[in-house]
């Protein structure tokens, strides 16, 4: 009897799990390689779970997709909707969604991973599925290298992956090359001198400095990268202080920046303790700031001419009109450290979700952004059909591609 495909959907969208936590999900996972036949290892790299099918000489292709969730508050309201709370990094409670389509993601690959076993007869190589920790934290594809990926298991010859994207459910885009940015996350610590709120002449005002640091790096991608680059710099948190009347001795700002090379990459973290330093001493300030790197994704970096083989099998499988190229995101992923592990070629493509009619209403108004929940949104919700038979298909379509 084959998979619910549906009801393992639902069950995983009631019961997300945080990155480094997906014990649940790596059980249902585990148990479901089992009883197709395959090979399972778990525990790869913390909670990370590797099947293998041996099914003759051939080629070695491996499929991933990542399972950890996201500290969101569900407000699709639908009948599966996730309820679930967890401890996020600090202890306090949070709650927990499925925002950007990693439940998809294992029920595309085990629905593969069944298609394909079914079909054994049809092709010959060894399988190796990839089911992976924590990719919203940017630590889980290496956590699984460190576990010995390239080496415990079959050597992939090609590493193949999706993501669910804001797309028209039935729609595939791949992407030669760069695909997806670099992702850097760090903290930036202004250290200042504390004093009461009545005496500020009395202090040096690190709140005062990293308020100007937040417009001044805003300037970075605006006038010091050639317009032409793909680049982000955000601020998206900001610490500091206790109360009203005191000014604190310290203020912090969490970064994130996004690009596509090396060279775009160095340029931006350069500027940015450039700038820190300046505001820092134009504040008066005697210990300089301090810059501390917490996550980094490198950039998603399509094969040529593997893409080109993924892009044609698709618009045979599929027809050219379900098969496009939107080109590079600002988006990123770790799902590279796992080609690169092993010396292998990448192709990651976007398979949409959203309901066709809704989505062409929503181009035709001009109103795409505003009408169609992305990654990451509270309401963010993909139609079940065909996003599910087109994402399965996608995976075997491309897997068969290079098996065959």
């Known amino acids: 009897m084959g998979v619910d495909l549906i009801e393992l959907y639902q069950d995983l969208h009631r019961h997300p799990e945080l990155g480094f936590a997906e014990t649940r999900t790596a059980g249902v996972i585990s148990a479901a390689m089992r009883d197709l036949g395959l090979e399972v290892t778990e525990d790869v790299g913390g909670t990370g779970v590797v ?3 041996a099914n003759g000489p051939g080629p070695v292709v491996a499929l991933r997709a990542d399972m950890d ?48 076993v079914s079909s054994r007869d049809e092709w010959s190589g060894t399988l190796v599925a990839y089911f992976q920790p924590a990719e919203e934290l940017a630590a889980g594809a290496q956590a699984m290298v460190d576990d010995g ?30 695909a997806m940015a670099g992702s850097d996350s760090l903290v930036l610590t202004f250290h200042g001198q504390g004093g009461h709120g009545s005496q500020p002449h009395r202090t040096v005002d690190p709140i005062v400095a990293a308020a100007a640091a937040v417009s001044q790096l805003q300037s970075i991608v605006a006038r010091e990268l050639d317009p032409a680059t793909s680049a982000v710099v955000t601020v998206g948190t900001f610490h500091a202080g206790t109360k009203s009347n005191i000014i604190p001795s ?24 450039r700038i820190a330093g300046g505001v820092a001493q134009a504040a ?10 917490k996550e980094r994704a490198p950039a998603t970096i399509n ?8 892009r044609s099998a698709f618009r045979a499988a599929f027809g050219d ?26 192709v990651f493509w976007f398979t949409g979700g959203v309901d066709p009619v809704a989505f062409a209403t929503a181009f035709a108004a001009g109103t795409v952004e505003a009408d ?22 996608a995976l075997v379509t491309a897997a068969r591609e290079f098996f065959d």
């Open 51 to 53: 099947a293998v099918l």
């Open 69 to 116: 969730a996201l500290p969101v508050r569900e407000q699709t309201g639908l009948s599966y909707a996730s309820e679930a709370v967890a401890p996020g990094p600090d202890g306090v409670e949070v709650p927990v969604m499925h925002a950007c389509g990693h439940d998809m993601h294992v029920v595309w690959l085990i629905g593969a991973v069944e298609r394909l």
């Open 149 to 178: 990926l390239a080496d415990r298991w079959p050597r992939p010859d090609v590493v193949l992956g999706q993501h669910l994207g804001p797309l028209p459910a039935g729609v595939v885009s791949v992407t030669s090359g760069p």
């Open 250 to 273: 310290g203020a912090e700002l969490g970064l994130n920046i996004r690009s596509e090379t090396e060279e775009v990459r160095d340029r931006i973290l350069g500027a940015i303790a």
């Open 284 to 293: 008066g300030m005697t210990t300089p700031p301090t810059i501390v790197m």
């Open 303 to 310: 094969d040529d001419a593997s893409a080109e083989r993924v």
């Open 321 to 346: 009109a379900s098969v496009i190229d939107f080109g590079a995101v600002t988006g990123s992923e770790d799902v590279s450290l796992l080609a690169t592990a092993s010396g292998a070629p990448l």
């Open 372 to 393: 169609i929940p992305a990654n990451h949104s509270p309401f963010f919700a993909p139609v079940l059909d065909p996003t599910i038979d087109r994402g399965v298909a």
